[in-house]
């Protein structure tokens, strides 16, 4: 069996893991190394360097190696205007169309460089199931994290960056929340968690409940354009001010270098020198103390505490309540963040898993609970912002609110406006404000397919689901004729599926025949798991019970005849033939597969109230 | 093909055991989350993805007094929609208080726009809304007498009353929210 791993996908490092024998472990390079900086360059003959090697070339190949490229995800150019000029790169696209990052005579979207990213964490991830021996080796699965506080846009990036990449991205979960995995394995935790997550380019603090092995998130919030880089980009302006815009590339890589490792000195000294030589003239060198740089970071730390107070207020608590407090990310390690988290919540805060690596950890066990079923552990998590509809006015009309527990869904009834109307516009946000300006628009799309009726006479029901990842669907219904109607969403800040299928097909390493390959796996896997599941009902041991009082008479030849065949073409070469037969037999259990659920669902209960009597 | 209530094995009553209801709703969830149902097939899936969908809406609803009583009026077709329609007109029995509340803060506006000091202004605002906060808590202790009654009757009478006090206490919540806006003014 192929393996399937948990990738902490960071802003400015990433990493990948695995649990072993039941023991999450960080899975490291030859020297030991863990972390993969989130750093991709482009060489003169036009391939791909990642890693630290990437991030030697900032400094002589600024133009060419990108970096940080996180707090581009699921953006549009107009977004990310203001904090262009900080890049060395160059940051191209038009108006609200999806942002591109140009290395040398290429372009790229931010998907397609994090997928160079994940393509160097699989990589790694293989060689060493290679060296520990493992016959299968491939890694073609993973759980990738991303800061609670992401949009709809930015996780649908996160997961297209793994397709691009050749994972199979098997659930995206939240950063912070992956962290409290980690630190519940150790002891039976219960109670009250606080996670504050300060990494290089985003913030989120989440406040769960745990009990009884469930991590149950209340609240989260955050900001996912506050982090570590933005301590540097205030450092840089101080040290240079608006020489900044008219060095050359090289040098603002060089004063980026200089005051990073400053900030690193002055979490563990009270003063440093920030020396910059190179290029400069006359060259920098400039002392700075502990005192200094906190009066400067001061605002930084300060707009974390916003966020931090909302999250409990929504979780209807006060700071006191929280039992312990868990600090995540790079910049937890500077002693100003500390000190105000622990002043905010009243006790010290814990920091006793290394803060770079306790996410990708909580990632493997998660990864680990998908295939292999283990129901001890369970994450119920929230979606972070209120989704909604466009209503007349320019007014959102709520459907799911933030903080619901995912899975969630919600739903609106529509209308027409004119006689024999056949399509609807709807236009869907996300975000907490009124007007639909103040939001963030995930998408528009046009209901098509409504039958011919008089004005106000079709009663069109829009069902949106949100995934346990976070991620959107839309499905809609007439209920008068009961026709589905079809949906093409577009998504507002993006890549369209088609773009995503494009970028694969042009990209060199998947080369047609490949692709072919890989869907005709990707159907037999469908295929298998269908006859796995139809095969487990139909051998529970009290089937014959079930059959008797919930299937109706042939019910259960007709599954084992749809069974055989799908089990005789399985095995073909022909994936159109093994998606019908599939689809078949899908069709054919549907009814089998509710009667089973209804069954484990009285079972618990039963089994609970049991314990009531 | 079933309700929130039935779904969690409860039964259609207003008074619920906390933990008994958080016990239910990991037990269930352990059952149906997605996480469960990875190698299952699409079928499967989808079930799962609705079912705890619907479980997670079901504990939310049920968890909050407030929002139960609500459903409960909606499943007994009490009320349409979720009451928010019935917030507009002032309830016969808030009329005083509201007549008095409107004078008071027509008063504090008009007080504002000719440059009284805002401390005092605060203090008129806050003594405004101390008659409504009352008005409040009794309407809290009457929603659990009533729903203590349901529980025991199933008398379709208590419904109606818990819809009257429910409509005004909606309409309660938007005086204050008025308040709160001019206090912040």
Redesign the interface.
């Known amino acids: 069996m192929s393996k399937v791993v948990g990738i902490d996908l960071g802003t400015t490092n990433s990493l990948v893991a695995y649990v072993k024998d039941r023991v999450p472990i960080v899975i490291r390079d030859a020297d030991g190394d863990a972390l993969v900086p989130s750093v991709v360059s482009l060489t003169d003959d036009g391939a791909v360097i990642v890693g630290r090697e990437a991030e030697r070339r900032l400094l002589t190949q600024p133009g060419r190696t990108a970096y940080s490229v996180k707090r581009f995800m699921g953006k549009g150019r107009a977004d990310v205007q203001d904090e262009a000029r900080h890049f060395p790169f160059r940051i191209g696209g038009e108006g609200d169309a999806v942002v591109k990052i140009g290395l040398g005579d290429r372009e790229f979207t931010p998907p397609e460089i994090s997928a160079f990213v994940l393509r160097e964490l699989k990589q790694r991830a293989e060689n060493w199931f290679a060296a520990q021996g493992e016959v299968d080796f491939e890694v073609d699965r993973a759980v990738v994290t991303v800061p609670a506080y992401f949009n709809d846009a930015q996780r649908t990036a996160t997961r297209d960056a793994g397709r691009i990449a050749g994972l199979d991205v098997m659930r995206i979960v939240n950063e912070p929340t992956a962290a409290s995995l980690a630190y519940g394995l150790d002891n039976r935790h219960t109670g009250l968690i606080a996670v504050y997550d300060l990494g290089g380019g985003t913030f989120d603090i989440s406040i769960l409940r745990v009990e009884d092995g469930v991590f149950q998130v209340l609240a989260t919030n955050g900001d996912t354009h506050l982090g570590g880089d933005d301590i540097d980009v205030l450092l840089m302006d101080s040290v240079v001010g608006a020489d900044l815009r008219v060095g050359p590339p090289e040098a603002l890589q060089e004063v980026r270098r200089a005051v990073i490792r400053a900030k690193w000195d002055l979490s563990e000294r009270d003063e440093t020198e920030i020396k910059v030589a190179q290029d400069f003239s006359p060259a920098i060198q400039r002392h700075i103390t502990r005192a200094e740089f906190e009066s400067l970071i001061q605002p930084i730390v300060d707009r974390t505490l916003g966020p931090c107070r909302q999250a409990l207020a929504d979780a209807g608590l006060q700071p006191s309540q929280i039992d312990e407090v868990v600090l995540v990310g790079g910049s937890t390690r500077i002693p100003l963040v500390r000190k105000a988290v622990a002043e905010l919540f009243g006790r010290t805060p814990h920091s006793e898993l290394n803060p770079d690596e306790v996410v990708a950890l909580g990632a493997s066990v998660q990864a680990d609970i998908l295939v292999t079923g283990n129901r001890d552990l369970l994450l119920l998590d929230v979606t972070p912002l209120s989704l909604g509809i466009e209503t007349m006015g320019g007014i959102v009309s709520k459907i799911i609110v933030r903080n619901s527990t995912i899975p969630a869904s919600g739903a609106e009834m529509f209308t027409t406006a004119v006689d024999n109307q056949t399509a609807v516009d709807i236009h869907v946000l996300q975000g907490e404000r009124e007007l639909v300006a103040d939001n963030r628009s995930l998408a528009r799309f046009k209901l098509r397919g409504i039958p011919p009726m008089p004005a106000g006479l079709p009663r069109v029901q829009v069902q949106f689901q949100i995934d346990a990842n976070g991620i959107l669907s839309v499905t809609a219904r007439e209920l008068r004729t009961d026709v589905e109607q079809t949906v093409e969403v577009k998504p507002s800040y993006g890549l369209t599926d088609e773009e995503v299928e494009r970028i694969l097909l042009d990209s060199f390493e998947h080369a047609e025949e490949d692709i072919a390959a890989r869907l005709l796996v990707e159907a037999r896997n469908d295929a298998e798991a269908v006859i796995a599941a139809t095969e487990k009902s139909l051998r529970v041991p009290d089937f014959a019970e079930i059959e008797r009082e919930a299937l109706q008479s042939g019910e259960r030849q007709k599954i084992e005849g749809v069974l055989s065949a799908l089990k005789m073409v399985i095995t073909s070469s022909d994936r159109d033939t093994i998606l019908k037969w599939t689809q078949a037999l899908n069709n054919t259990t549907q009814h089998l597969a509710e009667v089973m659920m209804n069954r484990s669902v009285r079972a618990a209960l039963a089994g609970k109230n049991v314990g009531d009597l | 093909m079933t309700d929130f209530f039935s779904f969690?094995?409860l039964p259609r009553k207003l008074n619920i055991d906390a933990a008994?209801l958080?016990?239910?709703y990991?037990?269930?969830?352990?059952?149906?989350?997605?996480?469960?149902f990875?190698?299952?097939?699409?079928?499967?899936r989808r079930?799962?993805?609705?079912?705890?969908?619907?479980l997670?809406?079901a504990?939310?609803t049920l968890k909050n007094p407030i929002s139960r009583i609500e459903y409960l009026l909606k499943l007994e077709h009490m009320m349409e929609r979720d009451g928010r329609n019935g917030s507009q007109k002032v309830p016969p029995a808030l009329l005083e208080e509201v007549f008095v509340l409107n004078e008071e803060l027509d008063e504090i506006r008009d007080a504002r726009a000719s440059g009284a000091p805002a401390d005092r202004l605060r203090a008129r605002a806050e003594g405004a809304r101390k008659p409504i906060e009352a008005k409040r808590d009794a309407h809290e202790r009457d929603l659990k007498d009533l729903a203590a009654r349901w529980d025991a009757t199933g008398d379709r009478e208590v419904l109606g009353a818990l819809r009257e006090r429910i409509l005004e206490r909606n309409y309660i919540n938007n005086l204050l929210a008025g308040i709160e806006r001019e206090l912040t003014a």
Request: proline share 3%; hydrophobic share 25%.
């Open positions: 969690l094995g008994d958080e016990q239910r990991r037990a269930l969830s352990r059952q149906l989350h997605p996480d469960y990875q190698n299952a097939s699409a079928a499967e079930l799962s993805l609705e079912r705890s969908s619907y997670n809406d504990y939310r």
